[in-house]
């Protein structure tokens, strides 16, 4: 019998749905619907299982910050017909931050609820809008219960080490703390990888999740043991538009010597940094690849300098690695950037072999590697439907 798994990932200026047919274990997408632009342009595109397009929609946002809720009911709108009389099983909804609490998903009830508006403080750009996806699911599907996947949660078997930051204690209790994202892709990695490089998949892992949005994670026998993000996710690696790693005395002096405020030094960190910013020519890998500025040469230097190096580090804290995994939309396309990375990284005993990379692997590494390189995509909805399928179903 199929029975469907709703999935939602509601962000700051998109919202992201798949519909899932769980027959016995397996899950086959069935309709995958993209609204981006809110805010500006809205504009919703669904594509069925084979990929075709097959509804496109656009509306003008409606003014007084409702571009969310109106963006959720023209979903709503499109999917009620299409959902099976009896089938649904749940709803599955990717929120960013599950605080120091949750280390796995949970049922979404009243007492989840109230904890997840209290860490809207820890994630005031992101939390705010998945929760906004979770109210509309509970207005337009009453009675279908609903699964909070945590990006934070993989993260929660760190060490104290590598959970901390060297500032006053009381505010590591009050929840100032590295928690590392992307654990959602993470977890699928770490669970696909007995099936497609079983000689590493209980050993020392290193995965570069590389997509607009990038972080890397040590992994040691299928655990998270250290990120490059922290306390936010504006750590670690540069991304299309955040910073990465930056010394905290910048702020200060963006504060004290510029007059910035709050809302200002967010925006220039979050908006107008990283590839971005050093290449003032485009937050997009595909566009620095192909152009002949030189500011986009030296945006992918930094970018693959801070690969290498924070390679480097978690390699470190690991004792040396047996895998390294390219994932998300940098990792699972840009051959240049792995190159690069693998070039760099020699050292560490990885050898690239280059055809294999230049057809994206899965296996890029040559057979004499010390350390193999894969190439694995990601696929953070379908972890969601599964982990959706067991909580509501266990
Ligand atoms: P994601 O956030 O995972 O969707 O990844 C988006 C990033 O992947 C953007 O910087 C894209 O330019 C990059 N990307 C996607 N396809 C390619 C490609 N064929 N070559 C290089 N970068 C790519």
């Known amino acids: 019998m199929s ?9 700051s200026s998109s919202i992201k749905s798949t519909l899932f047919d769980k027959h016995d274990d397996a899950l086959h997408v069935r309709y995958d619907g993209q609204i981006e632009g809110i805010g500006s342009k809205p504009h919703f595109l669904v594509r069925d299982g084979s990929g075709h397009l097959i509804h496109e929609q656009t509306w003008i946002d409606p003014p007084l910050g409702r571009g969310h809720a109106y963006a959720l009911e023209q979903l709503a709108a499109w999917l009620d017909p299409q959902l099976p009389e009896d089938g649904l099983i749940g709803v599955g909804h990717r929120v960013v931050h599950g605080g120091p609490r949750y280390s796995a998903p949970v049922l979404l009830n009243d007492t989840v609820l109230r904890d997840l508006e209290y860490y809207v403080s820890l994630a005031p750009l992101h939390q705010p809008a998945n929760l906004a996806g979770i109210a509309a699911t509970m207005d337009f599907l009453p009675g279908v219960p609903n699964v909070a996947c945590f990006d934070t949660a993989f993260h929660r078997s760190h060490p104290l080490v590598a ?5 006053p204690r009381e505010l590591y209790d009050e929840g100032v703390r590295r928690y590392g994202f992307h654990g959602l892709s993470y977890e699928y990695i770490t669970q696909t990888l007995p099936h497609i490089a079983p000689a590493i998949a209980n050993g020392r ?5 590389l997509g607009n949005g990038a972080s890397m994670c040590a992994i040691r026998e299928g655990r ?8 936010t996710a504006l750590d670690g690696l540069p991304m299309g538009t955040r910073c990465g790693q930056i010394d905290p005395g910048v702020l200060l002096y ?3 010597e510029k007059g910035m405020g709050a809302r200002q030094i967010e925006e220039l960190l979050y908006k107008r940094s990283g590839l971005l910013g050093l290449s003032g020519v485009s937050n997009d890998m595909r566009q620095l690849e192909r152009s002949t500025d030189p500011w986009a040469a030296e945006a992918l230097d930094y970018f693959v300098y801070r690969i290498v190096r924070e390679t480097g ?3 470190a804290v690991l004792g040396g690695i047996d895998g390294l995994i390219f994932t998300a939309g940098i990792g699972e396309n840009s051959a240049l950037i792995r190159a690069r990375v693998c070039a760099g990284l020699e050292w560490l005993g990885v050898r690239c072999d280059a055809r294999a990379n230049e057809q994206h692997g899965p296996r890029i590494s040559t057979p004499e590697s010390r350390v193999e390189a894969w190439v694995i995509p990601t696929d953070e ?9 067991r909580t509501v179903l266990t």
Do not use: E, K, P
């Open 163 to 167: 959970d901390r930051f060297a500032i």
């Open 313 to 315: 580090a978690l390699a």
């Open 205 to 209: 892992i290193v995965v570069a999740h």
């Open 254 to 256: 963006l504060m004290q």
């Open 381 to 389: 909805a379908r972890m969601i439907a599964m982990h959706t399928a």
């Open 224 to 231: 998270s043991y250290d990120s490059s993000m922290g306390f």
């Open 3 to 11: 029975r469907s798994i709703l999935v939602l990932n509601a962000g």
